[in-house]
């Protein structure tokens, strides 16, 4: 029984029950998958007052991941808010108002969290050389804000792995966060199969008090699906009051094709997609290392995500990914002007794709220009503010001087380069136009 959600609903299409119940489908097939579409029934269970199949199913995730694990079928977004909703719980029981300390490349998610909760964020910028979707930093730079005496941070928030397939060393930090009492939260959409690797890099191992995983960016599962884990070693208030954060945010109409795909990757797992996964990270580190030996340069440190710093193989990150798809039928996650993103699994022939094709291409002089270096901006208001005032769109080029309203940044990779309240300046225009951002939400005058 590592399956109790999908032996319930292949048990329901055996039976033949006329569905007098949502949804309006019926079961009748127009896309294909709808005889598996069904809602809180007797015996389905009800994700957010688990009792049932779906509790069973999420003990067999818990056993996995070693920790308290909560689905949800609305991705690490949904979670996300939920983590922020527990963080200022905790907050409020001792007393205080939740201050964050947020590395700068947060998804979009965070900030509307932040602004749900109206919690006060501090960010910690990437270095000069970095991305704006990446922000390297170390224990001891976490240790130099924490040990401030002054409207110290309750909270810290990481995004690691970032889009680029950077990782944040947590053990360290989480050591940090220990001796000042800081709680540890870790955006781990990317790194729900960091748990499968022999390593134990996935942030709960690492020391994290609680994360979310997106299920479906790196286990076989629909989208959607997604996890939030909760230590061991944190609070009880966490695991006590998940299931009401994650409702509070929640649709209550949760999907149950993704309730069974959730279920199903447990089943896999546990039929050894573990030992699988390990061998194929190792065989991407090899095809890496051939292709570095050709003259690729890699951002990051995950095996499975091929993050290429094309200028530096004489292209630009867009062009790559157009000769990808134009020329060899090859789609990427995401590309911007100076990188190609490409994920990897076993359960394809992906990466001998993805080798033979990035073989093929010729290699160019380097093109040498960088992404504008973006510092700090000078807030006007608070992140909630901001995204709660009426706005109006404007052209970037009118934008100097006002305040961003709402993020409207595209996914991928849905981080802004801008936040919430803060003043446009003319460093964040040449950032905007870098990226081919046209036009910006900002607070009406
Ligand atoms: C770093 C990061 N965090 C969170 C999310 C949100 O995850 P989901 O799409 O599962 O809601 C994303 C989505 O791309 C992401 O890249």
Not at 17 to 31: Q, Y
Not at 231 to 250: E, H, I, M, Y
Not at 299 to 309: A, M, P, R, V, Y
Not at 387 to 416: F, H, K, N, Q, Y
């Amino acid at each position: 029984m590592s399956t109790p959600i999908c032996d319930f609903v292949n048990k329901y299409i055996e039976n033949d029950t006329s569905r007098l119940h949502m949804p309006g489908h019926k079961g009748v097939s127009l896309l294909g998958m709808e005889r598996y579409d069904i809602t809180e029934i007797s015996g389905a269970d009800s994700l957010y007052e688990a009792e049932g199949i779906i509790r069973k199913s999420e003990e067999i995730a818990s056993r996995i991941f070693d920790c308290p694990t909560f689905y949800s079928t609305e991705g690490s977004s949904h979670s996300i808010r939920a983590m922020i909703y527990l963080a200022s719980l905790f907050a409020k029981k001792r007393g205080e108002n939740l201050r964050i300390l947020a590395q700068r490349n947060a998804h979009k998610t965070f900030l509307s969290a932040v602004a749900l909760l109206d919690a006060e964020v501090e960010w910690l910028m990437p270095d000069g050389s970095s991305s704006y979707l990446s922000c390297k930093l170390s224990a001891e730079e976490i240790k130099k804000v924490l040990s401030r005496v002054d409207k110290r941070p309750n909270c810290l928030y990481l995004t690691s792995p970032d889009y680029l397939g950077n990782v944040v060393n947590i053990r360290e930090i989480a050591a940090v966060c220990k001796e000042y009492g800081v709680l540890l939260i870790v955006d781990n959409a990317h790194g729900a199969y960091l748990k499968l690797l022999e390593n134990g890099s996935h942030p709960i191992e690492q020391g994290a008090d609680m994360c979310c995983d997106s299920a479906h960016k790196t286990l076989p599962c629909l989208t959607g699906g997604a996890y939030l884990h909760i230590s061991k070693n944190a609070d009880p208030v966490f695991k006590n009051n998940a299931k009401d954060a994650l409702s509070l945010f929640g649709s209550t109409s949760p999907s149950y094709l993704i309730l069974q795909s959730l279920d199903k990757v447990n089943g896999l797992i546990l039929d050894g997609y573990d030992k699988r996964l390990q061998d194929f990270d190792k065989e991407c580190f090899e095809v890496k290392e051939q292709l570095k030996a050709a003259g690729y340069v890699f951002c990051g440190e995950e095996n499975t995500k091929f993050t290429l710093e094309t200028k530096k193989y004489g292209y630009r990150g867009t062009d790559f990914a157009q000769i990808m798809r134009n020329n060899h039928n090859l789609e990427c996650e995401f590309s911007d002007p100076d990188y190609a993103v490409f994920m990897l699994s076993p359960l394809d022939n992906g990466l001998n794709k993805l080798k033979d094709a990035l073989l093929s291409v010729e290699k160019r002089e380097a093109i040498c220009d960088t992404p504008p270096h973006i510092s700090l901006p000078k807030r006007a208001m608070s992140v909630r503010d901001a995204i709660l005032s009426p706005s109006e769109t404007v052209s970037v080029d009118m934008s100097l001087g006002r305040v961003l309203s709402v993020c409207t940044v595209s996914c991928p990779p849905a981080v802004p380069i801008l936040m919430s309240g803060e003043i446009i300046d003319e460093n964040c225009i040449d950032a905007f136009r870098y990226y081919g951002i046209r036009d910006i939400k900002v607070v009406l005058e």
